[in-house]
């Protein structure tokens, strides 16, 4: 088995309580209705805390159906999540598992300092080439982006 770790940091103009609420919180709510072309629904199972599973369901024509994390720590003090990836096609068949932690720091302007570092466990002899890691980053970023341009729109909103 081999273990490839890799991290990226993002800077924002949000402040980070409001980015962990939209992201991290309320997630299942507002992105499919920002993002219905890409996202169909959420389902939880759980409080939504630790020990919660997060289902997410793609739109008809997505190149994905599904994916299922596991909710493994949630600090809305400190604006930090940790969860795994642990069903579906998003789960390659070369990697026993997934996992992420997600940190929301403030910045002195007053916006926030977004800091992700993913986990990827192989299977075998498997290498995972950044390529692959760099196409999922992508796809996700997009969603940060549209949540980014939701909120100054919206100043009530998750304020």
């Given amino acids: 088995m081999g273990v490839f ?5 993002y800077t924002s103009s949000i ?10 919180l309320d997630s299942h709510n507002l992105i499919p209705k920002l993002m219905p072309q890409a996202v ?19 739109a008809e024509g997505s190149q994905l159906k ?10 809305e003090k400190n604006f930090s999540y940790k969860y795994g ?18 940190n929301f720091e403030p910045t002195p302007e007053g916006g926030s300092k ?7 466990y192989t299977k075998g002899d498997f290498v995972l080439s950044e390529a ?18 939701y909120l100054p729109q919206n100043p009530d909103a998750y304020a």
Avoid: H, W
């Fill in 85 to 102: 990836l642990i069903e579906g096609e998003g789960l390659l068949e070369n990697l026993e598992k997934i996992t992420y932690e997600v």
């Fill in 132 to 149: 692959e890691v760099k196409a999922g980053k992508e796809k996700a970023l997009v969603m940060y982006k549209v949540v980014e341009g």
């Fill in 40 to 58: 169909k629904s959420f389902e939880i199972t759980g409080c939504g805390g630790a020990g919660s599973i997060r289902q997410i369901n793609f």
């Fill in 15 to 24: 402040p980070p309580a409001r980015l962990f609420k939209v992201l991290i």
């Fill in 114 to 120: 977004n800091k992700m570092t993913s986990t990827y």
């Fill in 66 to 75: 599904s994916i299922k994390s596991r909710i493994d720590e949630l600090d």
């Fill in 5 to 9: 770790t890799f991290s990226d940091e």
